[in-house]
């Protein structure tokens, strides 16, 4: 009978390699081949958009895309915020590609971007409005026909970027001129890439109430807790600014997560004395309570401090608060909303925010839940 030798250490290893390598190459030969790459599908409004298809979701509606080539000039001067500005000297520049790479290698700091386009006012009728820009590296102020309507970031001397937001800003009709109107926008790049970089900027609809008076635009804003601000007769003089709405993250440049205080003052009309109102406060991030002429009005979310029972529902909801004739005053009223962000973005970011009759908030429900039963 034949012994075969017993294998040497050295045999062992050569012999267990060998059956190794053979079977990775049986496996690499038989396995079938991966699927070759697939172009990712995506919606309509997501090819238009990209960094927007939140859009779809909300069934938002595009009313007029703005020209993709803009004017640009480097520099800073608050003067080019205006509707009548000498472009003489300033050159066309793209949306979506950083300045540096149209010819500005290099440049940190101040430059501006203006657009003029035509509008016709009748297709904006009972239509609530925003200006969609996408993202922007670094920090912004936006300007229509020289009045600001929204910014994002903090400005030098301790200046915070916001290159990764998204900058979509509420516009009032009153703001809007039939015919031509001018967009400007202020950029500071603080390093590296700078400039618009929103391919399709735009005039954006969202299907929501209509205020029958708006109250949408520059109010007084402060961070703490006290509750006397609540008060109709408060001083708030030295309280900053702040565009509503919009995330004071956005607008300020703030870091801040707790309870702040927003307050602002309008004149009722007339014509609105003898309604039944319906307070418009859009959507707030996360909480709010709100004070019409020193008297709660209307809440959303618990102020507790258990994080626990918080739903994570709140930053969603719609405020829409009935109003008795009680509530408001012939002539002069305060409006106070008290807010508290639990982390993230917050304040109140998103319209309509103004005063609607209590009659056309009914139809307006009633016509969307039949238009959804359809």
């Known amino acids: 009978m034949y012994m075969s030798t017993p294998l040497t250490p050295t045999n062992s290893n050569i012999w ?36 927007a298809s939140y859009l779809e979701r909300e069934n938002d509606e595009l009313l007029l895309a703005l020209p993709q080539t803009w004017q640009f000039q480097t520099g800073d001067n608050p003067d080019w915020a205006g509707r009548a500005v000498e472009e003489n000297g300033w050159s066309p520049i793209k949306l979506g590609i950083p300045w540096e790479r149209q010819g500005y290698e290099g440049h940190d700091g101040y430059a501006w971007y203006r657009v003029s386009f035509e509008v016709k006012l009748a297709d904006f009728e009972d239509k609530s ?8 590296d670094d920090i912004n102020e936006t300007f229509l026909n020289g009045r600001p309507i929204g910014k994002t970031g903090s400005f030098p001397p301790n200046p915070q970027g916001a290159h990764d937001r998204i900058r979509k800003y509420a516009l009032n009709h009153d703001w809007l001129n039939e015919g031509t109107n001018v967009l400007s926008v202020r950029v500071y790049d603080i390093q590296w ?52 709405p919009a995330f004071w993250e956005h607008h300020l440049g703030i870091d801040h997560d707790g309870i702040a205080w927003y307050r602002t003052t309008f004149d009722l009309p007339p014509a609105m004395a ?58 002069k009223n305060v409006l106070a909303v008290r807010v508290k962000d639990l982390a993230g973005d917050g304040g109140i ?22 238009r959804t039963q359809e």
């Not at 409005?129 to 922007?136: A, D, E, N, V």
């Not at 400039?195 to 109430?209: R, S, T």
């Open 349 to 370: 970011y998103e319209g309509p925010i103004g005063l609607i009759s209590q009659k056309n908030y009914i139809k307006y429900w009633r016509k969307r839940r039949k």
């Open 193 to 244: 890439d700078g400039g618009m970089l929103g391919k399709h900027p735009g005039i954006y609809a969202k299907e929501v109430p209509i205020a029958d008076l708006s109250l949408e635009g520059e109010w007084k804003f402060r961070t703490g807790d006290q509750p006397g601000w609540k008060a109709a007769d408060l001083n708030d003089t030295n309280w900053d600014l702040i565009q509503v």
């Open 129 to 136: 409005l925003y200006l969609h820009l996408g993202t922007i």
């Open 16 to 51: 267990i390699g060998i059956t190794i390598s053979s079977l990775f190459l049986i496996l690499m030969y038989n396995f079938p081949s991966p699927p070759e790459p697939q172009e990712p599908q995506i919606s309509e409004v997501e090819a238009y958009c990209p960094e």
């Open 274 to 331: 003898n309604e039944k109102m319906v307070l418009l406060m859009g959507r707030i991030d996360d909480m709010d309570q709100v004070f019409l002429n020193g008297e709660l009005v209307g809440s959303t979310g618990d102020f507790q401090d258990h994080h626990e029972e918080f739903n994570g529902k709140e930053w969603m909801q719609q405020r829409g608060y009935y109003l008795s004739k009680d509530h408001l005053e012939p002539g």
